[in-house]
């Protein structure tokens, strides 16, 4: 019986120190009471402020000579478009205008 009871607190001591062994090589948290913990709130994507903070400032949105230089290039092509007759209707003759009037 003694015998039993042994081999049952070996195999007992093996598992439990697998188990820690795969959490520790996975990442994993051991929760063997299985109580309520913070674990899966805080392992979550940090979203927000802390995300804006992490990336770099965009200084093309505060540069007004940027911003020109794309307006600029946006009505250049929107000027070449319309000379090919492929610039967007006026407003109130576009495609479902057209499906009304009919």
Request: overall charge positive; aromatic content about 0%.
């Given at each position: 019986m003694n015998l039993?009871?042994?081999?049952?607190?070996v195999a007992a001591a093996a598992i439990e120190g697998l188990v820690e062994?795969?959490?520790k090589i996975f990442g994993h948290v051991i929760n063997p009471t299985g109580?309520?913990?913070?674990?899966?709130?805080?392992?979550k994507k940090l979203i927000g402020e802390k995300v804006s903070q992490w990336y770099p400032h965009d200084i093309m949105k505060d540069d007004p000579l940027v911003m020109a230089r794309q307006e600029q290039e946006r009505l250049s092509k929107l000027?070449?478009?319309k000379r090919r007759g492929k610039g967007?209707?006026?407003k109130g003759q576009g495609k479902q205008a057209k499906k009304r009037n009919k």
């Open positions: 039993g009871r042994l081999k049952n607190m062994a795969r959490a109580q309520r913990s913070a674990h899966k709130v805080l392992r000027e070449m478009l967007p209707p006026k």
